[in-house]
């Protein structure tokens, strides 16, 4: 076997040390930490880290993890992705255009963990008026997975924020699991068995 990437399709996108500093594959990761179990992912819990989770209405199914911490928001989403390539340069396009659909504007930046988006978008306030909010698109390609994370808060203008939401996605462990999933198929998430996670 051999770890030479192909020419043909994209190429993984992800930090040289994410063996050994994260995010982590399930085979990667420490068994004696305390991780709070969310099905697909695992999150290392920490002072003053409050976890939500993030329900699709129609079919009840959890979609996204919801973590706030250091005055700011971090959003995950693990995604089933091929052995050989990388789902992140791919995504960053639709990211952008999605972005520029809908008024806003963005940018692709090189972060701690690589190709990033920073973008800034428009939004409505609860009083009715027009605003704009920055955030920070994130991924890593792992083995036969790919971690979307998306930074909302001080984390996208403050450099101690933004350290800490980095370390926090990193210190997250994919369980891509072993049967079969179509490329870019969510990776199914849970509720927490751990009394008092959530």
Excluded: C
Excluded at 20 to 36: H, K, L
Excluded at 46 to 57: A, I, K, P, Y
Excluded at 85 to 103: A, H, N, P, S
């Amino acid at each position: 076997m051999t770890d030479a990437t192909p020419d043909a399709g994209p190429h993984k996108s992800a930090p040289g040390d994410r063996s050994a500093v994260g995010p982590f594959d399930d085979s990667e990761a420490n068994p004696v930490r305390p991780y709070i179990d969310l099905g697909g992912i695992k999150i290392l819990p920490r002072e003053g880290l409050n976890l939500r989770l993030e329900v699709e209405e129609q079919s009840q199914r959890i979609v996204a993890v919801g973590l706030d911490y250091a005055d700011s928001t971090l959003q995950v989403q693990p995604f089933a992705a091929p052995r050989s390539t990388g789902l992140w340069d791919e995504t960053r396009d639709q990211i952008r255009q999605q972005v520029r659909q809908q008024g806003g504007r963005v940018e692709e930046r090189e972060g701690p963990l690589g190709a990033e988006l920073l973008a800034e978008v428009p939004v409505v306030g609860t009083d009715g008026a027009a605003g704009r909010r920055l955030a920070r698109f994130i991924g890593v390609d792992g083995p036969r997975w790919f971690l979307r994370g998306v930074i909302g808060g001080a984390a996208t203008a403050d450099i101690d924020a933004a350290a800490k939401l980095e370390d926090l996605f990193r210190s997250i462990v994919v369980v891509r699991g072993g049967s079969p999933m179509p490329p870019r198929d969510l990776i199914p998430l849970k509720m927490p068995s751990t009394p008092g996670a959530a």
